[in-house]
């Protein structure tokens, strides 16, 4: 394992970034300030997108929350859902079947479950977030985090 950098991150802006999911946002984190900032993903300016390549020790950009990750926690979540009823309306609505209405809206009826999604999805992006500060050299299992801080 390599030096762990140590740096002073606002959890609840690293929080948000990993749960972008505008495809018109790119976020990244400065390791140096712990600043965390975006760029529109069509940004046309060629001088910044080297600078961002040239320091990319410096510039780590923070993966969004696509589709596809969105699926995975919904469908762990509606796996989780005990009532057998609820549970075939969310799943013919991740289907695509029209007749049951948008997954969002479907549970919006539910607030218990609602709120159990949330919590979730919560859980999920911040063990991403963990992971990915592992990965990336700034907390390890073993180091307290210089995090949450507020803003």
Same mark, same amino acid.
């Given at each position: 394992m390599g030096f762990v950098h140590? &740096?002073?991150i606002v959890w609840d802006e690293l929080l948000d970034a990993f +749960?972008? %999911?505008s495809p018109d @946002? &790119?976020?990244f984190l400065d390791r140096?300030? =712990?600043e965390i900032f975006f760029v529109p993903s069509a940004l046309e300016d060629d001088q910044?997108? @080297?600078q961002m390549e040239t320091n990319r020790e410096r510039f780590l950009e923070i993966p969004g929350f696509d589709f596809g990750l969105e699926r995975q926690v919904? +469908? =762990?979540f509606s796996g989780q859902i005990k009532d057998s009823e609820l549970r075939s309306i969310l799943d013919g609505s991740m289907? %695509?079947? @029209? =007749?049951?209405g948008s997954f969002s809206d479907i549970i919006s009826?539910?607030?218990e479950e609602d709120e159990r999604l949330r919590a979730m999805k919560d859980e999920f992006v911040a063990g991403r977030v963990q992971s990915w500060l592992e990965e990336n050299n700034l907390f390890t299992a073993g180091v307290e985090p210089l995090l949450p801080l507020q803003p």
């Open positions: 140590q &740096v002073e +749960s972008n %999911g @946002r &790119v976020y140096i300030t =712990g910044f997108w @080297r919904i +469908s =762990g289907a %695509g079947c @029209r =007749g049951f009826f539910f607030p």
